[in-house]
Nanobody, 123 residues
Framework: QVQLVESGGGLVQAGGSLRLSCAASGRTFGTYAVGWFRQAPGTEREFVAA????????SYADSVKGRFTISRDNAQNTVYLQMSSLKPEDTAVYYC????????????????WGQGTQVTVSS
């Protein structure tokens, strides 16, 4: 089983940048696609971005396309989410998760979630 720990969140002004990290434990991490999700107060958790197990394929929600970049370093068992041109509507708790299928991450419902990392963008 893969254990995930998110970090890197914080308070930033609109237009600023942050880089989130998703650190994983487990020997099979490198065989999974990894996705980032977010949940703002009063809303459902939503898909943000995902990267294939080799890192060669990525997928983004339309709301973050062109502003966020997902990448992974399997040697470090870590996936990153570089967020730029941040907007107040990006404010949320950000989570990561794994799946054998990158395509499934847009719609699959997951039972297990880590503690997430809070991102707050001020206007």
């Amino acid at each position: 089983q893969v254990q995930l720990v998110e970090s890197g969140g914080g308070l930033v002004q609109a237009g600023g940048s942050l880089r989130l990290s998703c650190a994983a434990s487990g020997r099979t991490f490198g065989t999974y696609a990894v996705g980032w999700f977010r949940q703002a107060p009063g809303t459902e958790r939503e898909f943000v971005a995902a990267v294939s197990w080799r890192g060669g394929t990525t997928s983004y929600a339309d709301s973050v396309k062109g502003r966020f970049t997902i990448s992974r370093d399997n040697a470090q068992n870590t996936v990153y989410l570089q967020m730029s041109s941040l907007k107040p509507e990006d404010t949320a708790v950000y989570y990561c998760n794994v799946d054998p299928s990158l395509q499934a991450m847009r719609s699959r419902k997951y039972t297990y979630w880590g503690q997430g990392t809070q991102v707050t963008v001020s206007s």
